[in-house]
């Protein structure tokens, strides 16, 4: 599977949007973006994920490249409640491709 | 309520004990996996169960046994082996193995070394 990168950490304000980079310049046609969140001391909930067209659920906007390389995750109106760590996950849709690793994430702030 | 469920939330372990933490998810869900957390860091996959009776050792499977003998429950040996157990572990579910399927996962259980 693809390695992301994304920044270590990143503070918001309040009510205003966040964007939430993740670099994937290694991505394959057929592997999937995800993205996760974890607030502290809980199990990672799920956000979104896309293949090639942008996505937009309750939650957030998956912003992808055309040339897939790069993705951001849009929360629209961040909230206290979005402080969490944020995990960008790249993985293919064959069997077995669910057996990921989360990286270290974006740790994300919001200030009020 | 549909969900994952772990226990005890908190655990502690005497050197040269085994201990078994539970995972038991009711989404009939055929794909189970275990994760550790350090303080700090991302998620490490210690052991994971494509369907009952069958079961693969993940990145970090050393000191570590799992189980799957009932669809619903996938629990977690950290034994004596395991040198430096204390951590923050994860149980999750899918419904199957495939990459574009969404894991969900318990609340957790802290394991601490007296």
């Known amino acids: 599977d693809a390695k992301t990168t994304q920044p270590p950490s990143m503070d918001c304000a309040e009510g205003r949007a966040a964007n939430l980079p993740c670099n994937h310049s290694?991505?394959?046609?057929?592997?999937?973006v995800y993205w996760y969140r974890q607030i502290h001391s809980q199990g990672p909930q799920y956000i979104i994920h896309?293949?090639?067209n942008n996505e937009t659920n309750e939650m957030a906007s998956l912003i992808i490249t055309e040339d897939r390389k790069s993705s951001t995750l849009i929360l629209p109106h961040a909230t206290l409640r979005d402080t969490a760590v944020y995990y960008c996950?790249?993985?293919?849709?064959?069997?077995?491709?669910?057996?990921?690793?989360f990286g270290g994430g974006t740790r994300v702030l919001v200030k009020p | 309520d549909g969900g994952i469920t772990q226990s005890p939330k908190y655990l502690f372990r005497k050197e040269g004990q085994n201990v078994t933490l539970s995972c038991e998810q009711n989404l009939n869900h055929d794909a189970m996996y275990w994760y550790r957390q350090d303080p700090g860091q991302g998620l490490r996959l210690i052991y994971y169960s494509q369907i009952v009776n069958d079961f693969q050792k993940g990145d970090i499977a050393e000191g570590y046994s799992v189980s799957r003998e009932k669809k619903e429950s996938f629990p977690l040996t950290v034994t004596s082996a395991q040198k430096n157990p204390t951590a923050f572990y994860l149980c999750?579910?899918?419904?199957?193995?495939?990459?574009?399927?969404?894991?969900?996962f318990g609340s957790g259980t802290q394991l601490s070394v007296l």
């Open positions: 896309g293949l090639k």
């Open positions: 996950i790249v993985r293919v849709a064959r069997a077995a491709g669910n057996k990921l690793t």
């Open positions: 999750a579910s899918s419904i199957s193995l495939r990459g574009n399927e969404k894991l969900f």
């Open positions: 290694t991505i394959s046609g057929n592997e999937y």
